[in-house]
Each structure stands twice: as structure tokens, then as C-alpha cells.
């Protein structure tokens, strides 16, 4: 670990009591203007300290030779550990010097020492997308360290507020070689909540004791849930596709425009997701992939039709599952062929089906906004209120386009009245 450092030592003396004139030589180490002191055993009389050349004053009357040697011992002890330090990369902290010196086995706990023991133990805990995810943050983490912070490490207890604001910072500006445009404002709070997980997990095992997450808080940018019109699923419905993954790309799309299920959910359905519910017809019970939270969900017959349309399909039986596999990053693709086939302005991304199905296929016929909230698995109904509110805008920009054409009629009725 390669630090840019300022590094010095200075030896003092503290008188502490009354009763005698000895006073306890102390040696004063600074990193980077941090400071930490500690005690080296060694005492003089207070009147034989030099001050300015750190070291005690001849007299016949004590033994100043020795505790000068013992002194400059010290000095050379700590500079041999500061340079050790140095030489092997390590991280420096006036700390640090000071544990080596005393020979305190500290264990120490830091960033990558979290990041290797997050990515060994949550394996198995965390989907294939998360954990690409937390790689990525990764990334930042280490850019960040290397490029802002002049290390390839860092110890926990050093992470404050002022660090999390500069991470911030870097994540404004930084780019990975292989990405070709900056962070927007939501998928850097998304890198801070991935960072603010991984310390989470150090206050749990005890490796530090707060979070500076905290007093620090993530700024969301609101954005616009995207969803179809009526029209638009009409036409991506009624649309006859000669071409076979187009025709299975617009049926999952279908199937989560009526159910409400993402990607990751759908391709996980099994035939034992299938029950009678109590209103004797066919529910889907399943849970949630990202959250974790039980979902029910009562099939619509165009839902249905999808369902045994594919479950006897080979690549389903092989499966074990309702619908056969496809990869998301190739369906969303595909979904840019379908949204220009059927002459669909908008950038086509499978989420914006389960988007559908909040807002034109159940909050606008009515459904309350309580039991939508249920089926799509939202853990606070205010994040299902994002989409009635979507629904308010769009409800007020089409009154405006209503208003301007009645206007337009009026102006003109007027015109041929008065010719």
C-alpha cells in the first residue's frame, strides 16, 4: 500500500505530580497531521530536559548518557517501522506505528479485508445480478482508494463522513474503461447503498462501531416510471410475428403486463407456483427474487392462455419450468426490434411491462391501489404511490391536449359564424 506522507517525531516530557521533580518522557508521532502519543518508560528530572535537541542535559548527578541512548533507540525503532511500512506498501497511521512499536497484534480490519469476506460468504445469498453488482461497486471502491486516497487500502475506523463525501465526488466524475458515459445521480446512490451494505455488515461483526451512513443520506432523482398506453398494448398484442423469438419475447412481455412479474420472477415460475385461490380460479403464490416478499397474484385469462401456451413446451419440461429460458439482456433486445415493428416511439426495456401493469392495466380500470400494491410485492405502499402519481400527470396532460382541441373548435365555429 502506497501513501503520500508526511511523517515525524517528537520526544517530550509531561510532569504529572508534585511530590517529585521526574517527569515522564513521551514520544509524539504525526502522519498526515495526525497524532498519537505514547509513554517510553523513561523518566528525568524536569530541569535537565533540553526541549530544542529532545534529549537530557549533562549533570554529574544523572545518569544522562543511558537515558539518551535509550531515547535515540526509540527514535531509530520507530523510524524502522515508519520505513518497513513504507517499503512493503502498508497502510500508515500514527496509530498503526504505535501498535507495531508496543508489539500489539491489532487485527486489522479494512476495506478489501470486507470486500474479500463479503464476496467469499454472501455467495450463496446474493443472485447472479446482485453479486455482479456489488463487483462493480467494488471497482469504484478500489479506482477510488487508488486514485483519490494515494492507497490501495484503508483501515474501517478511518471511513467518516468526509470519505463518503468524496466518494461521491469521484463517482461524479470517474469512468470504468469499459463503460462509455458517466454515473447518472441514481446509480451512484445505488454505488454508495452497495457500500453502505458492506459496512452494515462490519457493525454486525463487530469490526466497527458506527456507520457514518448514519448521518449520511442518499439522494434519489425522481424519475418517470415509463409505461404503454392502451393503445400501445394493443398493438404490441395484436401484432402477428412470423419470427419465433420475437412472437416468445412478446408473449413473456404480455405475461408481465398482466401479472406484474419481472424478469428475474418469471423465468423462476414453476408449475407448483400454481394454485386454486379461495375464488376457486388459478393463482400464481411466489416470492419475489429481489426482496425476498411473498407475492399473490390472481391469473387474468390472458395470463393464463401464455402460461399453457409454453408449459408443455420442451425447453419448459427440461426445465422444470412455465416458460422456457432466455437471457434478459437478449430479450430486452429483441424488445427494441418489436417496439419498431409495431411503430412504438419509446425505448422498449421489459420493466416497463410490470410499469403496465400498475398503471393502464389496473390502477386505471380501478383497481385499488391498496391490492396493487400487494401483487407487486411493495413493501411500502408508497412506492406503488409513484405510479398514481404518474397516472395524475398523464391524466392532466391529456385534459390539456382535450382542452386545446375544444378551444381550437370553438375559435373556429366562431370564425364561420362571423363569415
Aim: hydrophobic share 35%; net charge positive.
Amino acid at each position: 500500500m502506497n501513501n503520500t506522507q508526511t511523517f515525524g517525531l517528537q520526544f517530550i516530557v509531561r510532569h504529572k505530580s508534585k511530590t517529585t521533580k521526574m517527569a515522564g518522557i513521551y514520544l509524539r508521532i504525526t502522519v498526515n497531521r495526525r497524532k498519537t502519543e505514547l509513554s517510553t518508560k523513561l523518566f528525568c528530572p524536569i530541569d535537565l530536559w533540553d526541549a530544542k535537541k529532545e534529549k537530557v542535559k549533562s549533570s554529574p548527578d544523572f545518569n544522562f548518557r543511558h537515558i539518551n541512548r535509550l531515547i535515540e533507540e526509540n527514535r531509530a525503532k520507530v523510524q524502522s517501522i515508519y520505513h518497513d511500512l513504507r517499503i512493503q506498501e502498508q497502510l500508515i497511521t500514527p496509530e498503526i506505528i504505535k501498535n507495531q512499536f508496543l508489539g500489539n497484534k491489532e487485527e486489522s480490519n479494512t476495506m478489501l479485508k470486507l470486500i474479500d469476506y463479503h464476496a467469499s460468504t454472501q455467495v450463496h445469498l446474493l443472485s447472479p445480478n446482485t453479486q455482479k453488482l456489488y463487483r462493480v461497486t467494488y471497482k469504484y471502491i478500489k479506482a477510488f482508494l487508488k486514485n483519490k486516497k494515494k492507497t490501495s487500502d484503508i483501515y474501517l475506523s478511518q471511513i467518516d463522513y468526509r470519505f463518503l463525501m468524496d466518494y461521491e465526488a469521484f463517482l461524479n466524475t470517474y469512468q470504468l474503461l469499459d463503460s462509455y458515459k458517466k454515473l447518472s445521480q441514481n446509480t451512484i446512490m445505488k454505488h454508495l447503498s452497495w457500500l453502505r451494505a458492506l459496512l452494515n455488515l462490519a457493525m454486525k461483526m463487530e469490526w466497527i462501531s458506527r456507520n457514518p451512513f448514519d448521518t449520511y443520506k442518499l439522494r434519489y432523482k425522481q424519475t418517470d416510471r415509463k409505461f404503454l398506453s392502451q393503445d400501445e398494448l394493443d398493438k404490441i398484442e395484436l401484432k402477428d410475428f412470423s419470427i419465433h423469438r420475437l412472437e416468445y419475447t412478446r408473449d413473456l412481455f404480455i405475461f408481465s403486463c398482466y401479472t406484474g412479474l419481472s424478469y428475474a420472477d418469471i423465468q423462476s415460475l414453476t408449475p407448483d407456483n400454481i394454485h386454486i385461490g379461495i375464488d376457486g380460479f388459478n393463482w400464481l403464490i411466489t416470492k419475489r427474487k429481489k426482496t425476498d416478499t411473498a407475492v399473490r397474484i390472481p391469473l387474468l385469462e390472458k395470463a393464463e392462455l401464455l402460461i399453457n401456451k409454453y408449459k408443455e413446451h420442451p425447453k419448459s419440461i427440461h426445465k422444470g419450468s412455465l416458460f422456457p429460458g432466455i437471457a434478459n439482456q437478449r430479450l430486452n433486445g429483441y424488445l427494441k426490434e418489436i417496439a419498431d415493428f409495431c411503430d412504438i416511439n419509446a425505448h422498449l426495456t421489459f420493466h416497463m411491462a410490470r410499469h403496465t401493469f400498475a398503471t393502464t392495466v389496473t390502477l386505471t380500470n380501478g383497481v385499488p391501489i391498496e391490492t396493487v400494491s400487494k401483487i407487486l410485492g411493495h413493501t411500502k405502499i408508497a412506492t406503488t404511490q409513484i405510479y398514481a402519481k404518474v397516472l395524475e400527470n398523464k391524466i392532466s396532460a391529456d385534459m390539456n391536449t382535450l382542452r386545446d382541441k375544444l378551444n381550437s373548435g370553438t375559435n373556429d365555429n366562431k370564425h364561420s359564424a362571423s363569415v
